[in-house]
């Protein structure tokens, strides 16, 4: 009889020790789990912000004789920093000072696409020989670049107040050439005086990165 009850007592004790071990293993493997997932967040999504023109190529020269090439750049920093302050965004510059970028090169469409961006937002002042012309326009040229105009061109034509001139198809090589939604922003006419007299302070062009930036946020949750 005593040799039965330690009989069963051992085998007792084997698989309470077997089970004790699965239960281990099964919590470590759990605890494995939610490491990976937490070492695998989202990815991080691509915006590329171009400052049109740069160096040699001042671009527009405006009714107090600024140079475009100086308010893009202004405005693409502002825009810049109010992007980074967002969560899981990463902001890529073609340009971040007063370089030159040739045109022939097909450097700013080449950039976008060698990072895999997600979108490109090109950024310009307009020019025109009638300085009474004004207002601000959007231009996409891909199909698939169609949705994202017409969202971040709604924004930035209400935070402008100018003449909204709408969203147009054009050739633009920087957003033809490019393999992601992408868009050229003229945001006013610096050839006319009101227009530049508001466009080259700190608080129009905060307004006005703020709202590409609630353009790029919208059209990043709809997609």
Do not use: W
Request: glycine letters at 6%; aromatic letters at 8%; proline letters at 3%.
């Amino acid at each position: 009889m005593r040799k039965t009850i330690v009989y069963l007592a051992t085998i007792t004790l084997m698989i309470l020790t077997c089970t004790a071990c699965n239960s281990e293993e099964n919590s470590q493997t759990n605890t494995d789990n939610i490491d990976n997932n937490e070492a695998s967040p989202d990815p991080a999504y691509k915006v590329v912000l171009d400052p049109g023109h740069g160096g040699e190529d001042v671009g527009a020269i405006g009714a107090s004789g600024q140079y475009e090439k100086d308010f893009t750049l202004a405005l693409s920093l502002k825009v810049k920093e109010l992007l980074e302050s967002e969560e899981n965004i990463e902001v890529y510059m073609t340009r971040e000072d007063d370089s030159h970028i040739s045109q022939e090169s097909r450097y700013r469409p080449k950039f976008a696409n060698e990072i895999n961006a997600d979108l490109f937002v090109s950024i310009h002042g307009n020019t025109f020989q009638d300085s009474s012309v004004s207002g601000t326009e959007t231009f996409y040229y891909n199909k698939s670049s169609k949705s994202f105009a017409k969202i971040i061109h709604k924004h930035l034509a209400e935070a402008t107040g100018f003449r909204d001139r709408g969203v147009k198809r054009e050739e633009f090589f920087v957003v033809k050439e490019t393999n992601m939604p992408a868009v050229l922003l003229e945001i006013g006419y610096l050839t006319n005086p009101h227009e530049e007299s508001v466009m080259l302070t700190d608080e129009f062009q905060y307004k006005v990165a703020s709202a590409i930036v609630d353009g790029i946020k919208e059209y990043k949750t709809a997609s």
